[in-house]
Structures are given as C-alpha cells and as structure tokens.
C-alpha cells in the first residue's frame, strides 16, 4: 500500500480523506503538476514550481507552503514509497467551504494531496512506443494555460480514441492543431523544421516542450512556434509529443494518416535520447 501526503500528514493511501466540500470536488477549482523520477530524483522540479505559481496566480488562489516544503514533500514521498522511475503527482485546492460560486475568504486553507505512482519510464526501446491519434474537436474552456483539474474533456477524447482503435487525440481548433489531449504536439516538416504551436491562453505550457526545444536548438535543429494544421501534420516528415511522462513520444499515425515511415523518426528518437540524459544529469 501507498503512504500519501495530505495536509501536513503522511499517511496510509486508505486513510487520506477529502472533505466533500472541497471545492475541487465540487468546481474543479483545484490545479495540479506531475513530476517525473529518474533513479529516484525529480525530473525539473524548479519549472514545475514556476508553472504551480502561475497558475496559482492566475486563478487568484492563496497559497502558503514554500518551494523547499513542497521539494521535501516530494523527496519524503519518494523514499517512503522506494520510487526510482515513476511520477509525484501533487494537487493543490483552493480548500473547503459551503457551496458557493464565490471564492471564499482568502484565509481559508488550501487542501494539498501528493501521491506517487511506479512507472517504467525509459525502459521500453522507442519503436514500442509509437503512437496512433485520433483528431477531436479542442472543446475545452479557453484557458488551457492553467493546469486545472478539470480533465473531463482530455478524458472523453483518450476514450474516444481508445474506441478508434487508436492510442490518444490531438485538439484541433478552427483546423489548427492545439495540442494533445495530455502532452504537447509537434511535427517535423519535410525540410526538417520541428513546428509547434505557440505559448498562449490555448495550450498548457509543457514543462517538457520547454526543455525539449532547448535541446532541439543546442543541436543547431531547426525550431518554429506557430500553428499547424491537420493536413501539414498528415503530410510531415515525423510527428511526436512531450510530455513529463511520455518524454518525447513518437506518433506515426494520424487518423489513420500514415506518417513519414510509419516508425519512430529519427528526430525525436535523437531528442527522446538527449531530453532523458539531460533530465537524469538534472535531476534532483
Ligand atoms: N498539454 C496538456 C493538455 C497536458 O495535460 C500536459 C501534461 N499534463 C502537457 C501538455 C505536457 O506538459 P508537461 O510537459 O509539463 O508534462
């Protein structure tokens, strides 16, 4: 059984409970970030915190625990549960109070979950992690910015793909793609240029896009951020997604489009190899 962290506790996974007022269960008004382990470290912790505090920021939401709290939370969290490939997965609320639109007075205390889960992160050879999407309309709210917990939507479409036959589904929005349901969406066009789509209010700004870009300019590779259409996609080169989980994941299908070779590229297999050695080197 899992030991879990909430509200200052470590506890037994059974014996952690959530008031059913929190406001998270009742508005989604609760934000989250996933943190990936290598040889029991925290893959980029520092951009994870950024990213906490701006959505914090954005959704006005008051919070008192400190960076360094929260890293020690993650490390104990680590080391009781023996974690040496897998994620941390940490859940911030705006807390507990009478059903009511209206935020509620800003001393009230946030409710804040960790728990982890063991995952073979880079075990697996890169042909077998080739995916096949599915595209579906981007329905979400307009701020996939903030890393809210509402994930109804993301939900729906991995089921839709699911039923497709296929593995996941990238967004689409007035026929450019956004990004993935869960991860960040490139192509590689026919020239070599890695295209993916601009920071702004439409997607999550990925931890792991971030870094993986970095990587793809210290190896001199062509870099564009802007949209990209369904058809540009069905005719690249290669198509991949990021994320804190997935790293740099090969896509060679997409609604039902083979795409280049049909086999992982060579350009996110180059960037996969470098992200993983650099995030290992990193980690802490
Ligand atoms: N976009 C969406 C919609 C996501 O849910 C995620 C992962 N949570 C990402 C992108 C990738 O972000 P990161 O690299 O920080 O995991």
Known sequence: MRTVYINGEFLPENEARVSIFDR??????????????LDGKL?????????????????????????????????ELVALNGIDEGLV??????????????FPAKDTANTVVLFTQKKALTAKPIADLALKVITAEDLRWRRADIK???????????????????????????????????????IVTRDGTIVTRDLST?????????????????????VEERPFTVEEAKNAREAFITSAT??????????????????????????????IERSRQAAQ
């Not at 039923?163 to 993935?180: C, H, I, Q, S, Y």
């Not at 070779?261 to 297999?269: F, H, I, M, S, W």
Request: charged content about 25%; hydrophobic content about 40%; proline content about 3%.
């Open 24 to 37: 998270a269960f009742l508005f989604g008004d609760g934000i989250y970030e996933v943190t990936s382990v």
């Open 202 to 222: 439409d997607i999550l700004h990925g931890i792991t896009r971030h870094a993986v870009l970095e990587c793809a300019r210290d190896l001199q590779m062509k």
């Open 89 to 102: 997965y940490m859940q911030v609320t705006r807390g507990v109070a009478d059903r009511d639109f209206l």
């Open 148 to 186: 809210t917990v509402q994930l109804l939507y993301p939900s729906m479409v991995k089921t839709m793909a699911k039923k497709a036959g296929a593995d996941d589904g990238w967004l689409v929005r007035d026929g450019f793609v956004t990004e993935g349901s869960s991860n960040n969406a490139y």
């Open 43 to 75: 893959v980029d912790f520092p951009g994870h915190m950024a990213r906490l505090h701006r959505s914090l920021k954005e959704l006005d939401m008051p919070f008192s625990l400190t960076d360094q709290d929260l890293l020690d939370i993650h490390r």
């Open 246 to 275: 997935s790293f740099v994941s090969p896509v060679v299908e997409i609604d039902g489009v083979v795409i280049g070779e049909g086999t992982a590229g060579p350009v996110a297999a180059k960037l996969r190899e470098i992200y």
